[in-house]
């Protein structure tokens, strides 16, 4: 199932960063973790075979984007998933339920163009009105 | 980014300070070691704001520094010193980085560049199949159910312990690879979960192997004590560091701080400056993962130098014996340690971070080998991947001045994305080999990223530590065969 989520990338010296945006805040956040995932593969090269129910609790907004970008990268480094499709079904504040679809990594058919080791808070923006998602990884 | 709107004082050619009144809540001055021609690039980019944000940290001591090789980076900037009491002070995951104990090491050779010249393809090859590099790399060292606690606490002894490198590379490691106070416990399950796998892997992004052959002595005495005596001399870097567990551990504790704040009153401009005084639980806490994610990076670095010996003796076709193949020094460039230093006339104990920068001990420091008591301490400083890497050995003016740090590498200049608009991945490998550079990658995208356009001049980076004192160059050696992550 093709989903096309919006995002592009924005230049930092170091490392790279993104703009996503949804229909809603829910689509920002899974917008931004497609975007992520691109930065490591092609999302085209990646099917669905596996899915991950995701649950994060954070005191706010921002913090919950960071564990939940950081949580998705857990799994790509304990459980070498990736994932390329995100069912974010619950959002507030505080907390965020998203059921994710993907695969194992497979070196013969997905290249890792960059490994992203962490979001992080620098220049975050969580824009609830407008369901924008400004965040900086590093890679 | 937009110019860094404040003004660089200059003191002298090498040093240009930030003054405390720049910004309301600097409790000291920033000071930059850059030379004028390196300002523009440097005021560009937004870094000198970081410097002055870093100054606001309680128990903040001297200066909040940064080295020529300074850029961006979350919180604090890359090539950031900064050292607080740990008596009233703070400690910041940021002041380490995510890549806890990214950090370099380099083996000498009894070899020469001519030795080695007729099998750089065989190098190229053997080195990239031994060392597991690239994304999500993992199955180099299978360990044991909770044997991970035995690496988080022990390091590179775990290491030796398991075959891994001989008993004298302990001598030649910083801490000797074993941070004490380490607590495996204060690691998360989840951290352990990402490192189990990892232990002897390369990674990616800028971490790589390196041969190297020595083209200039600089210091032929200093040399001649690191085991660096011909200009030829085959030397081999290692440089990678704590892989997924130190971000996790980074991340695990960055949560913490930023909670903690709010109940002991902090308040930063950047919330990735979050901090917790040192003796505070969350701070302790925080050091003793830290260690250990320290201890791991040794761990894994010193499995790669085992795999490295056995390639390079398998291609080249001669005993290790034969080869040499000598651990010269290993450093951290992202940690935060417990150290004396003289604050003015008084012995302080402090919490140094070091985050992009390299510790930088002078000639009878206790904390070197007996070997290097009357050189000093080796300092390793890769440049990028087409040019040069430097040794240098570290003074009595870094004490001083910069509580014993100096640089780290080359600084990023240029933007991934730019980058990869410059030149694609094939350019790169064509340019390379023009250069005399036999590359393996595990992904010729990632290969764009890392051309050296991409990177600040090293040459400058090193004669502005150099030229101000606090580093003194021994040896420059360029680059034969690189196998990048």
């Not at chain 2, 416990?185 to 020595?214: C, D, K, M, Y």
């Not at chain 2, 919490?351 to 420091?365: E, I, L, Q, S, Y």
């Not at chain 2, 764009?448 to 040896?475: F, L, Q």
Request: proline residues 5%; negative net charge.
């Amino acid at each position: 199932m093709r989903v096309d989520y919006k995002y592009e990338y924005i230049e930092h010296t170091a490392d790279i960063g993104l703009k996503a945006s949804g229909n809603t805040l829910a689509g920002a956040y899974a917008a931004t973790a497609a975007g992520m995932f691109s930065i490591m593969i092609e999302p085209e090269t990646v099917k669905e075979t596996e899915e991950r129910r995701i649950c994060v609790h954070a005191d706010d907004p921002e913090s919950l984007l960071f564990e939940w970008l950081n949580e998705l990268l857990y799994y790509v480094d304990a459980q070498s998933l990736i994932f390329s499709r995100f069912d974010v079904t619950e959002l507030s504040d505080t907390d965020l339920v998203a059921v994710c679809h993907g695969e194992v990594y497979d070196p013969g058919r997905h290249e890792m163009k960059n490994l992203v080791k962490s979001a992080t808070y620098h220049l975050m923006e969580v824009d609830r009105k407008e369901n924008r998602i400004q965040v900086i990884f590093d890679v | 980014m937009p110019r860094w709107p404040g003004n660089l004082e200059k003191i002298d050619d090498y040093r240009w300070r930030i003054p405390r009144d720049y910004k309301e809540g600097m409790r000291k001055p920033g000071l930059i070691y850059a030379s004028a021609d390196m300002l523009p690039q440097i005021l560009s980019d937004q870094a000198p704001e970081q410097v002055a944000n870093v100054a606001f940290l309680p128990g903040i001591v001297g200066y909040s520094l940064a080295m020529p090789d300074i850029h961006w980076g979350y919180g604090f900037p890359i090539g950031g010193v900064a050292a607080m009491r740990v008596n009233d002070g703070v400690v910041s995951p940021g002041g380490v980085g995510f890549d806890i104990n990214c950090g370099v090491r380099v083996l000498s050779t009894e070899l020469t560049k001519n030795d080695i010249l007729p099998k750089v393809k065989e190098l190229a090859d053997g080195f990239f199949n031994a060392v597991p590099s690239g994304v999500g790399s993992k199955g180099a060292v299978k360990l044991g159910s909770r044997e991970i606690d035995d690496v988080l606490a022990k390091g590179s002894r775990w290491a030796v312990e398991r075959g891994f490198g001989r008993p004298e590379d302990l001598d030649t490691t910083e801490e000797n690879g074993e941070m004490k106070d380490a607590d495996p416990l204060r690691v998360s399950s989840r951290a352990r979960e990402r490192g189990t796998p990892q232990v002897g892997t390369l990674g990616s992004g800028n971490h790589f192997l390196e041969i190297a052959a020595v083209d200039e002595i600089y210091e032929p005495d200093t040399a001649r004590a690191f085991g660096i005596h011909d200009i030829g001399q085959v030397m081999i870097y290692i440089h990678c560091g704590s892989r997924g567990l130190g971000h996790q551990v980074a991340d695990d504790y960055i949560r913490d701080m930023v909670r903690a704040m709010q109940k002991y009153g902090i308040s930063l401009p950047d919330k990735q400056l979050a901090c917790a005084p040192v003796f505070s639980p969350e701070g302790r806490h925080y050091l003793a993962a830290m260690r250990s994610a320290a201890n791991y990076a040794w761990a894994n670095r010193q499995c790669i130098t085992h795999a490295v010996r056995q390639a390079f003796c398998r291609v080249m076709g001669i005993t290790e014996r034969d080869a040499g193949l000598a651990l010269v020094y290993d450093v951290a460039h992202n940690i935060a340690k417990i150290e004396d230093y003289v604050v003015e006339g008084k012995t302080e104990t402090l919490c140094v971070h070091r985050k992009g920068a390299t510790r930088a001990f002078p000639a009878g420091h206790p904390e070197l080998p007996a070997k290097y008591a009357s050189a000093g301490q080796p300092i390793l400083i890769p440049g990028d991947m087409g040019t040069m890497s430097y040794i240098l050995v570290g003074t009595e003016m870094a004490m001083q001045e910069t509580f014993g740090s100096t640089c780290h590498g080359a600084g990023r200049r240029q933007s991934r994305t730019a980058a990869k608009k410059a030149m694609s991945g094939h350019e790169v490998l064509a340019d390379m080999e023009r250069r005399g550079v036999t590359v393996r990658t595990g992904s010729l995208r990632a290969l764009a990223e890392e051309a050296p356009g991409a990177y600040k001049d090293v040459e400058t980076v090193v004669d502005v530590v150099h030229g101000a004192g606090i580093s003194r160059k021994v040896a420059r050696t360029r680059p034969v065969v690189v196998i990048k992550g």
